[in-house]
């Protein structure tokens, strides 16, 4: 599996942590129950979803863990010494630790609004 591979996989399971599971705290925690049932008989399939959350957050850590281990080896790889191809291989490392770290703050965020806010509220 690749770096840009294991990115999109750690991503789009960290975006679905955040529909499946967060979407309904976060419309509870604001008040906007309502929109929130409008918005269940438009898209009825984030009940089903809901009640797969456990599942759907355990397949997002076990991608974000395998997408941190490709970027932990890639990041110390070497680089080819063309300049040209060299800096193409850093931006890419870059935007690719990027997105890693933004599909981890998703799945976190989405967690939290998953497990703890229910909790109170």
């Not at 309904?24 to 008989?41: Q, R």
């Not at 009825?44 to 941190?68: C, D, H, R």
């Not at 193409?88 to 870059?94: G, H, L, N, P, S």
């Amino acid at each position: 599996m690749n770096d840009k591979t294991s990115n999109f996989f750690s991503l789009f399971a960290s975006s679905s942590t955040l529909i499946c599971c967060a979407l309904p705290a976060i419309f509870v925690a604001l008040g906007a129950g309502a929109s929130f049932a409008s918005l269940i008989t438009t898209f009825p399939f984030l009940i089903v979803l809901s009640q797969y959350k456990t599942y759907i957050t355990l397949f997002a850590v076990v991608m974000i863990i395998i997408a941190g281990y490709v970027n932990y080896k890639t990041y110390h790889m070497p680089c080819p010494a063309d300049p040209e191809l060299g800096r193409a291989c850093e931006q890419t490392r870059k935007r690719s630790r990027y997105i890693y770290y933004v599909s981890v703050g998703i799945f976190i965020f989405a967690s939290i609004f998953t497990y703890i806010v229910p909790r109170f509220i």
